[in-house]
């Protein structure tokens, strides 16, 4: 008797653990919340109104964060003026053809992730591998901080400092530090490293080229930074969050 009770305890709670197939998705935390999807990949999500679009989910890269991709560009596609834009412009690039070489969402669907549940935080990753691993090796060269603090992050901003939750260029890193961020209709969105170190928390980032331009812009950079290394060396731009059980 105690054994029927049991399977029976078991398969009440089954619909709770669930994938919910019927639910539409609005970002990657969603498709691991009702999909309960565990592995990197491209997916379908859905803007407010319903319309179904696709863009790559990272799970695995730093639990317990799900990332959705906005953008990725090669640096030689990064400097083309077509392209060199901040996120207030409206340029959907690859939708078709999602490639890290070259992709970003329309606004609408940038926006549409930024207000789903989960949606906390921005970051931005160098040489994110789709193909191998978890698809970032370390975090040397990237950058996460809070869309509550970065929310001029998808219009323009001159200057304008932004507290990071962390920020690492060559090995040298900050918690909780302010650091100037730059955009426009002309310039995507980007940190100018010299003016970093003196303005906002004045960090003393080294090694820097004058006016190093570092996750975006490019009008300055160095190679030695790693989505600057060569011509093929990728920039990513992503909206998530923490994801809890």
């Known amino acids: 008797m105690i054994k029927i009770w049991s399977l029976f305890a078991i398969v009440a709670l089954l619909p709770l653990v669930m994938p919910n197939t019927h639910h539409k998705p609005k970002s990657c935390y969603e498709v ?24 790559f989910c990272d799970f695995e890269s730093e639990p317990p964060f799900v990332w959705t991709l906005i953008e990725s560009m090669t640096l030689e596609n990064a400097q083309k ?18 490639s890290m070489s070259l992709f970003r969402l329309p606004s609408h669907h940038m926006s549409s992730v930024l207000s ?11 040489n994110f591998n789709i193909i191998e691993g978890t698809g970032l090796a370390n975090r040397r060269d990237y950058i996460r901080f809070s ?23 060559r090995g040298q890193s900050c918690r909780k530090c302010q650091m100037p961020f730059y955009a426009s209709s002309s310039h995507h969105l980007h940190i100018d490293l010299t003016a970093a170190t003196t303005t906002c928390s004045r ?3 080294t090694n820097f080229v004058a006016n190093e ?14 989505c600057t290394a ?9 909206i998530g969050g923490a994801y809890a059980e």
């Open 213 to 226: 331009d570092v996750f975006g812009y490019y009008n300055s950079h160095n190679p030695t930074f790693s």
């Open 116 to 126: 789903s549940y989960g949606s906390t935080h921005y970051r931005s990753t160098c």
């Open 32 to 55: 691991k919340q009702f999909l309960k999807a565990t592995e990197n990949g491209f997916f379908t999500l859905y803007d407010a109104n319903g319309n179904p679009f696709r863009s």
């Open 203 to 205: 960090f003393g980032f």
């Open 230 to 238: 060569n011509k093929n060396s990728t920039t990513a731009w992503w």
């Open 147 to 169: 869309a509550c603090r970065g929310a001029s992050t998808l219009s323009n901003i001159n200057g304008g400092c932004v507290e990071v939750d962390y920020i690492n260029i």
């Open 81 to 98: 003026a077509q392209h060199n834009k901040g996120f207030s412009v409206n340029i959907p690039l690859g939708e078709c053809h999602t």
